[in-house]
């Protein structure tokens, strides 16, 4: 196994059954790694929205101590984005490992579509990120 990277079509990806002997396979696996890197900054950027929502819905006194104990109707709403955001943050770890896994195949094809997937996850993200 090749330790830098290099331009070839063949590769194995992720798990045994994905493995790439042609030209046309290859383009659909860079296809697939840029949107599983762009699915990866989307997530990123909908943990974010998550997060200011949570932070909207408490309240203002329990924003400034989190040790009271009244635990009021918005602490459960903000429970709630809480867990949200733990699922959010589960999935962008897998898509995280997934996309790692996949560069480290040392294919540069794989590594410009992790690249061009992320740059354009964050290029279409992040603008939306203000409106959410």
């Known amino acids: 196994m090749a330790m ?3 331009f070839s079509d063949t590769a194995v990806l992720l798990f ?11 383009a659909l696996s860079v296809l697939v790694i840029l949107l599983l890197s762009m699915l990866y900054e989307a997530v990123k950027m909908g943990k974010a ?7 909207l819905a408490l309240p203002h006194s ?3 101590d989190p040790s009271l104990m009244g635990f009021p109707i918005s602490f459960h709403r903000w ?10 943050h589960v999935v962008q770890v897998v898509l995280g490992y997934m996309v790692m896994l996949a560069v480290m195949s040392y294919n540069a094809w794989i590594f410009l579509g992790a690249i061009v997937g992320s740059t354009l996850g964050y290029f279409v993200g992040y603008p939306l990120l203000g409106r959410g």
Request: hydrophobic share 45%; aromatic share 20%.
């Open 49 to 55: 929205v998550l997060l200011r929502r949570a932070l």
């Open 79 to 88: 429970f709630q984005y809480h867990v949200g955001q733990t699922l959010f």
């Open 4 to 6: 830098s990277f290099y």
């Open 16 to 26: 045994d059954f994905w493995s790439v002997h042609t030209p046309t396979g290859m």
């Open 62 to 64: 329990l924003s400034r």
